[in-house]
């Protein structure tokens, strides 16, 4: 970021501009309580040198994943990104473009969206999709209130332990002041058991959330599932894997009324875990109870195909009474860059790439367990993570010792999953060589039990 000086002429200006003598006068508003009655602790002020140097001297002690190998997955995966997906996305006419939430949004602009709707729509085998959301977990959540306020059911969400603990948080984070629980059925064998589940479901279950993969990597009987939420009249929201559904079956092929994800795999970076994307799709039946954005292709009045807001009033995305949801943007710079990775890959593509990512994420799993210290903690099939047992307990040694040698090996689990402190998550995506994955297995095998020194 270019260093922009900001003097006293220029404040001055720009307080004359809005109709304000000083810059206190704005801050008036503020009950005086709240305000700070001191100046702020910070250092003399550098010069653009000296400031230039600062900052490259902390930033040097950053490494990204393009310094490191990345095996760190957990909902944030080290995948790549064509050259094609920059060059698209970052043309004027959407880099300066993406965030319009009015009615008056550009042709360009809301054909990107209904291509979009098209192709996630396509990828799941859901009915409709929306122009996005804000990420995975915020689209889960949001699933969420649409199955409570689609059943009329208030009394109970059950969630699957196996669900990203993150997604979880966030769900419950929604419900803290609706008059709904939050049921979850835990995963002791790396999925949960059908039958739990269906013991937890009553008259009052409005939804069943799901992973598919799940946090663990792990495949859950999502037929079964599909099925018990049938049975029961309640909602089942899978959270997927768009990589996934190269090879895996499609989130509406089994039965998901609801569809939700992370999309960031679709072409955008890891970028210190986001902005990202979030992906939902639905059953027709519930078009008009989905948040965010929906375009629809219709023809003008000379028979021009053209593209416009459709399912949705004006209100959805102003008054906050009216509205489905409180997202008034869709996050469209991150939905084209995914439209632009889908027409790249193409179905064949796809279909490579979750391929790549299952050989290799298998190859690494039976090269590190053929260490005796680390095993597999799960016996389910898994797509491109993993759980590794630790036999030493040592997992933040174990991890700090493999990043001091160039390696981000894996996700410590206990800090969600306290009976899985010896364990760690391992992410393989297409990205990782034979020669890298030998090389964490070396390292991993030679790991000392001291902690390493900084660097």
Not at 149 to 165: E, F, L, M, N, Q
Not at 194 to 207: E, G, K, M, N, Y
Not at 335 to 361: D, F, H, V
Request: charged share 20%; aromatic share 8%.
């Amino acid at each position: 970021m270019p260093y922009l000086y900001n003097t006293p002429e220029d404040q001055q200006a720009m307080l004359e501009a809005i109709g304000a003598e000083s810059i206190d006068e704005l801050f008036d508003p503020i009950p005086t309580e709240l305000q700070l009655d001191r100046p702020l602790d910070l250092p003399p002020a550098m010069s653009e040198m000296e400031l230039d140097r600062h900052l490259n001297t902390l930033a040097a002690k950053n490494r990204h994943a393009g310094q490191v190998v990345c095996f760190l997955g957990g909902g944030c995966y080290d995948h790549f990104v064509p050259a094609v997906v920059d060059a698209v996305a970052s043309r004027s006419e959407f880099y300066t473009s993406y965030t319009p939430y009015q009615a008056e949004a550009s042709q360009g602009n809301l054909q990107v969206m209904f291509e979009y709707q098209s192709m996630i729509a396509r990828l799941t085998s859901m009915d409709v999709s929306n122009a996005s959301l804000y990420d995975g977990a915020s689209a889960a959540a949001e699933a969420v209130l649409m199955a409570i306020t689609a059943t009329r059911r208030h009394g109970k969400i059950v969630v699957a332990g196996s669900v990203h603990p993150e997604y979880r948080s966030t769900i419950a984070t929604y419900l803290e002041n609706l008059d709904t629980e939050l049921v979850t059925i835990d995963a002791p064998a790396g999925v949960i058991d059908p039958d739990q589940l269906a013991a937890a479901i009553d008259d009052t279950t409005a939804a069943v959330v799901l992973q598919q993969p799940n946090f663990f990597g792990c495949i859950e009987d999502a037929h079964r599932v599909a099925q018990i939420a049938k049975e029961a009249g309640t909602l089942l929201i899978t959270a997927f894997d768009p990589i996934s559904l190269g090879i895996l079956t499609r989130p509406g092929d089994y039965g998901t009324n609801i569809a939700v994800a992370e999309g960031h795999t679709l072409g955008t970076p890891m970028s210190y875990g986001g902005p990202f994307l979030g992906i939902m799709a639905c059953d027709q039946s519930l078009v008009r109870r989905m948040p965010g954005r929906i375009a629809g292709r219709t023809v003008d009045r000379r028979g021009n195909p053209c593209y416009v807001l459709t399912m949705q009033t004006r209100e959805q995305h102003i008054r906050r009474e009216k509205a489905t949801s409180n997202v008034c943007t869709n996050q469209g710079l991150f939905a084209l860059r995914a439209t632009i990775y889908l027409s790249q890959l193409g179905p064949q593509g796809l279909r490579e790439t979750a391929n790549l990512c299952l050989q290799k994420s298998r190859y690494a799993a039976q090269q590190l367990c053929a260490n005796e210290r680390f095993s597999l903690a799960f016996d389910a099939p898994t797509f491109k993570e993993f759980v590794v047992r630790d036999a030493e307990n040592q997992v933040d040694r174990l991890l700090k010792s493999a990043e001091a040698e160039g390696f981000l090996a894996g996700i410590p689990l206990g800090q969600w999953y306290p009976e899985l402190s010896d364990c760690f998550l391992v992410a393989v995506t297409e990205k990782r060589t034979k020669q890298e994955i030998d090389a964490l297995v070396q390292s991993l095998a030679n790991s000392s039990s001291q902690v390493p020194a900084q660097v």
